[in-house]
């Protein structure tokens, strides 16, 4: 669990190192490359809190999490993100069958509309890893 006495250097430690693991290198990177000055602040914040802060807690495994921010992300129509943690999911060890069940509950929880397209988003990054290896 983490430890609200850590200096938050050491969660944006934490974060860069986790966001790295899940999300992969190179997509963190380009994602740090892209920031202009004035988001900068904003990157920093959400690799310190959700990242640093959140993932690094031991209540949950990175796979729920994983699920669960696919759920989330579908909720809010966020497809981008939701392409992103698709791929982290697959990282943290969710099965696709695990994906596809949790995005099917969407479609109760959040509306046809959101999980017909969380599906499509779902599917094209999913062939895309099946095709990577």
Known sequence: MTDPQTPPSDHLAAGMRVRREVLGDAHVDRSMAAVSEFA????EL???YCWGEVWTREGLDRRTRS??????????GRNHELAVH???A???GAT????QEALLQTAVYCGVPAALESFRV???V?????DAD
């Open 40 to 43: 900068r602040p904003v990157q």
């Open 46 to 48: 959400v690799t310190e």
């Open 67 to 76: 699920l669960l921010n696919l759920a989330m992300l579908t909720a809010l």
């Open 86 to 88: 698709v791929r982290g």
């Open 90 to 92: 697959v990282t943290n």
């Open 96 to 99: 696709v069958t695990e994906i």
């Open 122 to 124: 779902a599917d094209g």
């Open 126 to 130: 999913l062939a895309e890893l099946a």
